[in-house]
């Protein structure tokens, strides 16, 4: 009877405690969210800077007093520019290039520079002219392979042109400085070494177009008109540093228990 009532006893208190143990919280916390790594894009906006080579020509025609024809010059013009540029991309998937797509985008820039060049008219009349500061507003247009950008850009181009003209035997001369609009186009390559920071190679090909530039005093008083015709070439390297797009909210951690 008491062997009887010693194993009923062990065999409740062994139900008790387990029913104990099932009602204790549970030790095992909530899953640790781990964030995906970030997928690059080119969207963004993004400030950098360029250094390159610059070289053109200077096509002169000039008029007398009358408006009649006198001759023509010509003059190559080089230097050194430099400067710094703002813009913002945005891409568009669709291509079946994995993470790349479409890149389009607006970009501003403005360089200072050495570029200038030398003439001779008449043999006597020392011709220089020289471009000081240049800037532009364009489109860009390429084509992203992930990290890799291959694109187009065009648009308005801007620039500061001084002309001189002195005469050698006299001493006198004339100087004015123009500003002009024209346009400009060309293309590069650009590479994202991570996910802000990106380098560049660009070529483009400028167009002021043609503007009046009146020699007096280097001409002894005689007023000659110089039709000036101003393009240029460049190439340039450069980097660009892009600010990262706000990051989507993180989605609700849901567990199972």
């Known amino acids: 009877m008491i ?10 208190l062994g139900l008790v405690a387990s029913a104990a143990a099932a009602d204790l919280p549970a030790e095992k916390g909530p899953p640790v969210y781990a964030p995906p790594p970030p997928v690059f894009s080119w969207t963004g906006v993004y400030i950098g800077g360029q250094v390159g080579y610059e070289w053109g020509s200077s096509s002169n025609t000039y008029f007398g007093p009358l408006g009649g024809f006198i001759g023509v010059g010509h003059h190559n013009d080089q230097g050194i520019v430099g400067g710094g540029h703002v813009g913002y991309n945005y891409e568009l998937g669709g291509l079946g290039l994995g993470t790349g797509g479409f890149v389009v985008g607006v970009e501003g820039d403005a360089n200072g520079s050495s570029y200038d060049g030398s003439g001779l008219l008449a043999g006597i009349i020392g011709r220089h002219d020289s471009t000081e500061f240049d800037g532009s507003i364009r489109g860009r247009v390429g084509i992203a392979f992930d990290r890799a950008l291959i694109y187009g850009t065009g648009g308005v181009a801007f620039g500061s042109i001084r002309n001189t003209a002195t005469n050698f035997n006299t001493g006198g001369f004339d100087s004015a400085t123009t500003g002009r609009v024209g346009w400009t186009v060309g293309g590069g390559v650009e590479y994202a070494i991570d996910n802000n920071w990106s380098v560049r190679v660009e070529y483009r090909y400028t167009d002021y177009g043609t503007f009046g530039f009146n020699l007096l005093n280097a001409t002894g008083g005689t007023l000659v008109t110089d039709r000036v015709h101003d393009t240029d070439n460049r190439v340039q390297a450069g980097f660009s540093y892009k600010f990262d797009e706000a990051p989507p909210p993180a989605p ?3 567990s199972k228990y």
């Open 3 to 12: 062997c009887k009532f010693l194993i009923s006893t062990a065999t409740f």
């Open 252 to 254: 609700p951690v849901v």
